[in-house]
């Protein structure tokens, strides 16, 4: 099946900037694969970040953002806050009602 | 408000089954695609399946492909996954996940039953 890859995991100083990508094994992501991103801390449930590549969900700070870059999406997180400590993942559509998400990229803010 | 809750997770012998449910509430849930997500303790999340608002469309990851089957009861807005053959690594919080059509992405979720699959 296929395999959507992510960074594993990454550090951002507060106030810094960091982006994370989203990749599929078999190829190239695009907008019809409707990246989408989700943000879920230790113990409570996936919370949406953005959707369509790029679209912010309802109450997701601006500091948020979503884009294809090259071959991969990506979230790219500008001026950093200690409360965006958490684990990332992505979800990509793979055709035939297929979902996958991303293996997820755990974020530290020091 | 929209509000998902699971239910019926529990442990279970390797090779039996279960069924987990999820009562829907704040929303006409008769009108939406839903899907059943799992984590596995310390690791990512796994998209299960999904079926269409009408039942008619089910598809699922190729992991539980022949031996879970996701279902429906839009009079009680419940969704269901039931669980047979069930093995170790099937152990995992079980989340329930509306899906807005209309913007192609998980939208709500709930907070998950967890499944434990032990001897």
């Known amino acids: 099946q296929t395999v959507v890859t992510q960074e594993p995991t990454l550090s951002v100083s507060p106030g810094g900037a960091v982006t994370l990508t989203c990749a599929l094994t078999s190829g190239s992501v695009s907008t019809t694969n409707y990246p989408s991103w989700y943000q879920q801390t230790p113990g409570q449930a996936p919370r949406s970040l953005i959707y369509?590549?790029?679209s912010r969900s309802s109450g997701v700070p601006d500091r948020f953002s979503g884009s294809i870059l090259g071959n991969k999406a990506a979230l790219t997180i500008t001026g950093a806050q200690a409360e965006d400590e958490s684990d990332y993942y992505c979800l990509l559509f793979v055709g035939s009602g297929v979902w996958v998400f991303g293996g997820g990229t755990k974020l530290t803010v020091l | 408000e929209v509000h998902l809750v699971e239910s019926g997770g529990g442990l279970v012998q390797p090779g039996g089954s279960l069924r987990v449910s999820c009562a829907a509430s704040?929303?006409?849930?008769?009108?939406?695609?839903m899907n059943w997500v799992r984590q596995a303790p310390g690791k990512g999340l796994e998209w299960v399946a999904n079926i269409k608002h009408d039942g008619n469309e089910k598809y699922y990851a190729d992991s539980v492909k022949g031996r879970f089957t996701i279902s429906r009861d839009n009079a009680k807005n419940s969704l269901y996954l039931d669980m047979s053959s069930l093995r170790a690594e099937d152990t995992a919080v079980y989340y329930c996940a509306r899906y807005s059509f209309s913007w192609s992405f998980f939208d709500s979720w709930g907070q998950g039953a967890l499944v434990t699959v032990s001897a």
């Open positions: 369509r590549t790029s």
């Open positions: 704040g929303f006409t849930f008769g009108s939406y695609w």
